[in-house]
């Protein structure tokens, strides 16, 4: 069975309501899920799963510094999460907050480790976002994230 981690850093909570929202997801997929606060977590621990979806409020139009460090520290083993599903979802204190802008800046990372990204069609295309604190809205946009991460993943694994 794929592993999955999904990482965070929140202040408020809201960050972390939507990551518990992207795990559930998972679940109902049929894929193992860790959640972790970012700072419980190194890069040399997220080698050992298949795939790594990161969630950050937004400061000054991107991730938080939390994120940013561990992304930082994950230079060190360049080229161990070539193959693997990346994702990312962001929170923000107000719309157009820069939650695209701070998706983007956690997936361009994913991408230039040779990660595997999928967007969404239907709902929030590049990562759940949610303003304030999530609603209704959010939270089905994020649960509708993990159940594509999880099919994405046993795909690459060879189940159905």
Request: proline fraction near 2%.
């Amino acid at each position: 069975m794929p592993k999955l981690l999904i990482l965070y850093y929140s202040r408020t909570g809201n960050t972390e309501k939507l990551a518990k929202e992207v795990a559930e997801g998972v679940k109902t997929g049929g894929v193992a899920v860790t959640l972790k606060m970012i700072t419980e977590a190194t890069p040399e621990e997220a080698v050992g799963y298949d795939g790594i979806v990161m969630g950050s409020p937004v400061y000054y139009g991107s991730m938080s510094a939390e994120c940013k460090k561990f992304l930082d520290e994950s230079v060190r083993f360049h080229g161990k999460f070539k193959g693997k599903v990346g994702g990312a979802f962001a929170t923000s204190g107000n719309l157009a907050g820069g939650n695209e802008t701070t998706i983007m800046d956690i997936l361009k990372a994913w991408l230039i480790h040779g990660m595997i990204v999928v967007g969404d069609h239907q709902g929030d295309h590049y990562g759940s976002v949610s303003v304030g604190a999530p609603d209704k809205r959010a939270i089905a946009n994020a649960h509708r994230q993990g159940q594509i991460i999880a099919e994405l993943l046993k795909k690459l694994a060879g189940e159905k």
